[in-house]
């Protein structure tokens, strides 16, 4: 059935309220009128919980030089050199952007607000060069940029709208562009039209793929997915970060630790508190994430126990609680002090290195459709990200796209054709949507996960497909609501990660397949997927 259909229009359609989407929309806002469009609360995305901070150079005894070498050795190979150049010489400015335009309190030697910032350090850093606010650096981001897009007259936020679909149309050349989406109103039910001239997908990543994740609920892939569905070329998704340290309780949701503890020397220790990482890398507890996850996940087996323990005993008691308040009042919550207890911890998935590939300005190879932060595939991260480049990423393509974005936008059509939903009807199996979506995320966490085969690879394959035919079924006989739409969109995102892993007949940074225990130099490349020409490797090297 065919039903009337409201439209909304703007200049800038952003999707998306993490650091990326919004740093955007403030950027251009003076120029016209922007809509965000987010599937929840305004400030729930992967942004808020981000803990460690922003990676950029400001120490006197550190170099641009040296943060693009520790982001070419985390990068195992697959960094674009020109990107994370561009990336680490923007970072020390846009970061001074977001502290004095936009009132992001960083944290300052002393707590004097006219002293140099202060800095942390994380795994794979040789220096000290985080930027941050304690340990809640995502929420104080997300804080300032919200009641600045909030006080602005042209930026609207839609909250509560979930993505059905990229809006495209073909000329008769056979070119395609994008001129905005199709989005569902949670409250209501009612299918919406968003049309612009330019679409910005800052979707964020795509955790929740994963049985266990430090993500949010909202990451569920959607961009990739969509941005897939329309033509894009999608990227480098067999690297999926898993982070090494999140905190494992029973009787508690997964909750992230972070890396910053070990960079204030936090030790992981087994369970007999022998330290877990000695001899095993030059860094030991500070190695970067994927080594140490593997080693996490090797112990886990080795000794058939349920977690390691991140130790900071050894530390200043009143330090650590000034330095880590969130995470030492979230550990207190299930009954851990870490000034004397040992956290127990496991690895989750984390950050997906991979996604819809753009230049250094977050152009897609779709006119019209931007794309920023971690659904984007810029080059910066290879094939394990640098902890906290993460939000240096999304800042740097976020200023770069409001640069460009008037110059790449795509005539939309003046008509846009009515939702149509057919003969689909309320849906009466809930209980399919749930079943699906766990049994989803448990083969990608058993087949997909940190270690991987290609007798995995080839199970998962084939349980995937058959998920995903019923998912299809499912979502064409009923109406769609923010469950489906979630599940159709992990299943896609789960099926492009499975086939990027089984391209690379290696291992590296994040891909670890024990068929193929070396890396090799003929795979330094990245991995493509899209629908017009299927799978296949870049033709290009890596410049290094």
Same mark, same amino acid.
């Given at each position: 059935m065919t039903t009337s259909t409201p439209i909304h229009r703007s200049r800038y359609l952003v999707l998306g309220s993490g650091l990326a989407g919004l740093y955007f929309a403030l950027e251009v806002a003076d120029r016209g009128p922007v809509t965000i469009l987010t599937k929840h609360n305004a400030e729930s995305s992967n942004t808020r919980w981000a803990q460690g901070g922003i990676s950029a150079v400001f120490a006197g005894d550190d170099s641009l030089t040296e943060h693009v070498e520790d982001t070419l050795v985390v990068g195992a190979g697959l960094c674009d050199r020109e990107m994370v150049m561009h990336a680490v010489e923007h970072g020390p400015g846009l970061v001074r952007r977001l502290a004095e335009t936009y009132g992001v309190r960083f944290d300052r030697v002393n707590n004097d607000e006219t002293a140099p910032f202060e800095l942390g350090r994380e795994g794979g850093h040789s220096r000290r060069r985080v930027v941050h606010h304690r340990d809640m650096t995502g929420a104080e981001i997300e804080r300032a940029l919200l009641a600045a897009a909030h006080a602005h007259p042209n930026i609207t936020v839609h909250e509560h709208h979930t993505v059905i679909d990229l809006l495209s149309w073909t000329k008769v050349d056979g070119s395609r562009?994008? =001129? +905005?989406?199709?989005?569902?109103?949670?409250?209501?039910?009612?299918?919406?039209? =968003? @049309? $612009?001239p330019v679409t910005v997908l800052a979707t964020g990543g795509a955790g929740r793929v994963y049985r266990y994740t430090s993500n949010p609920a909202v990451a569920t892939g959607d961009g990739i997915a969509m941005a897939y569905r329309i033509g894009a070329t999608v990227s480098n998704l067999e690297f999926m970060q898993f982070h090494p340290t999140c905190l494992y309780h029973p009787d508690a949701n997964t909750f992230l630790i972070s890396e910053a503890l070990r960079g204030e020397g936090g030790i992981l220790r087994r369970a007999d508190g022998t330290d877990l990482m000695a001899g095993r890398h030059a860094m030991g507890s500070l190695a970067p994430r994927d080594i140490v996850a593997r080693e996490i996940d090797a112990e886990l087996k080795r000794a058939g126990v349920r977690c390691v323990f991140l130790d900071m005993t050894h530390l200043d008691r009143e330090y650590v609680v000034q330095r880590f308040p969130a995470i030492h009042a979230r550990c207190m919550s299930v009954g851990i002090d870490m000034r004397k207890d040992p956290i127990p911890v496991v690895p989750a998935a984390h950050y997906m290195c991979g +996604?819809?590939?753009?230049?250094?300005?977050?152009? @897609?190879?779709?006119?019209?459709?931007?794309?920023?932060?971690?659904?984007?595939?810029?080059? #910066?991260?290879?094939?394990?990200? #640098?902890?906290?480049?993460?939000?240096?990423?999304?800042?740097?393509? $976020?200023? +770069?796209?409001?640069?460009?974005?008037?110059?790449?936008?795509?005539?939309?059509?003046? #008509?846009?054709?009515?939702?149509?939903?057919? @003969?689909?009807?309320?849906?009466?199996? $809930?209980?399919?949507?749930?079943?699906?979506?766990?049994?989803?995320?448990?083969?990608?966490?058993n087949f997909v996960g940190i270690v991987r085969s290609d007798k995995r690879l080839e199970r998962g394959r084939r349980r995937i497909e058959l998920l995903r035919e019923e998912i299809a079924e499912y979502y064409w006989k009923f109406r769609v609501t923010r469950d489906v739409l979630e599940l159709r969109n992990i299943a896609l995102v789960g099926h492009l990660i499975l086939e990027c892993a089984r391209l690379r007949k290696e291992t590296r940074g994040l891909h670890y397949n024990i068929d193929y225990p070396d890396t090799l130099p003929e795979f330094a490349r990245n991995t493509l997927l899209d629908k017009r020409t299927g799978p296949r490797a870049s033709d290009v090297k890596i410049s290094q």
């Open positions: 562009g994008c =001129f +905005g989406v199709y989005a569902l109103n949670n409250r209501d039910g009612q299918v919406e039209a =968003f @049309t $612009a +996604g819809v590939v753009v230049d250094r300005f977050g152009r @897609t190879d779709i006119p019209g459709l931007l794309a920023i932060g971690e659904v984007a595939m810029s080059g #910066l991260h290879g094939a394990c990200r #640098l902890a906290s480049n993460s939000l240096l990423e999304a800042v740097v393509l $976020a200023s +770069g796209a409001a640069e460009i974005a008037d110059d790449f936008a795509r005539g939309a059509p003046d #008509l846009v054709t009515p939702w149509n939903e057919g @003969t689909a009807q309320n849906s009466d199996e $809930a209980v399919m949507v749930s079943a699906n979506w766990e049994e989803l995320r448990a083969l990608m966490w």
